[in-house]
């Protein structure tokens, strides 16, 4: 859509070019023009199309003004999310430690539980391999 909005202004200032290629003399005829405080003779083509050329300008430096802006906003949003992913990465990163710590004191624990069933185990096992073997 860009593209075909670039090339149809392009294609209005080439046309309004050749125009005024085309009808010089007539754009630099003198006229009389009324400034309100003054009339002056002036070449009445020449001046409105200064005046076409200004408002382009500034058009254009509007147009810059806003894409400057949207660039803007857009690096700060990506510097947010940049800094909450980190933030989200940070999370997970504390909960997987956190979860590895549990799993290593339950395990830890259950050697313990483990450790101190085998002396009290030991002879009911031996009882019941002795009972297996026969």
Known sequence: MKRVTNLLA????????????????TLTAPAPLNLVIAQVQAPLGVV???????LA????????GNQIGSL???RRLLKEIQRVQEL????????IES?????????????ERLDSARPAAAPAIGSLDATHER
């Not at 979860?99 to 050697?111: P, T, V």
């Open 10 to 25: 392009w294609g209005v200032v080439a046309i309004i070019g050749a125009l005024a290629v085309l009808n010089w003399s």
């Open 48 to 54: 409105l199309l200064g005046l076409a050329a200004m």
């Open 57 to 64: 300008g500034l058009f254009l430096i509007a147009s810059l």
């Open 72 to 74: 803007l906003e857009t």
């Open 88 to 95: 989200a990465d940070k999370a997970e990163v504390s909960r």
């Open 99 to 111: 979860l590895h710590r549990l799993i290593a004191d339950e395990f830890r624990s259950l050697h």
